[in-house]
């Protein structure tokens, strides 16, 4: 399995940004499709971003209630993949995860490798 490490998680009042990154342990990550989930207290995990490597193609797709507002990138290297989040609001409001799979998709089960997750916390 592949260690992911999240970073970037913090308190931001509603209407800010915060920049989540994800990394494989500093190595290239060996698996082609990294996606950002997000679990708020009670509630299920749930995908918000992923993009996928396909040979020289990225392919990059986002949670509707995320579109217009959060990104995902990565680096040249693949060493990092990024999640830009702009226009907060308290609903955005969990612990966000960064995840790897072989496979995409939207669903968590998709996803093998997991980081420990980073508070997001949005204040109104």
């Known amino acids: 399995q592949v260690q992911l490490v999240e970073a970037g998680g913090g308190l931001v009042q509603a209407g800010g940004s915060l920049r989540l990154s994800c990394t494989a342990s500093g190595r290239t990550f060996s698996r082609n499709t990294v996606g950002w989930f997000r679990q708020a207290p009670g509630k299920e995990r749930r995908f918000v971003a992923a993009i996928m490597w396909r040979g020289v193609v990225t392919y990059t797709y986002n949670a509707d209630s995320v579109k217009g507002r959060f990104t995902i990138s990565s680096d040249n290297a693949k060493t990092t993949v990024y999640l830009q989040m702009n226009s907060l609001q308290p609903e955005d409001t969990a612990v966000y995860y960064c995840?790897?799979?072989?496979?995409?998709?939207?669903?968590?089960?998709?996803?093998?490798?997991w980081g420990q997750g980073t508070q997001v916390t949005v204040s109104s």
């Open positions: 995840a790897a799979s072989n496979r995409g998709g939207r669903d968590p089960g998709d996803y093998d490798s």
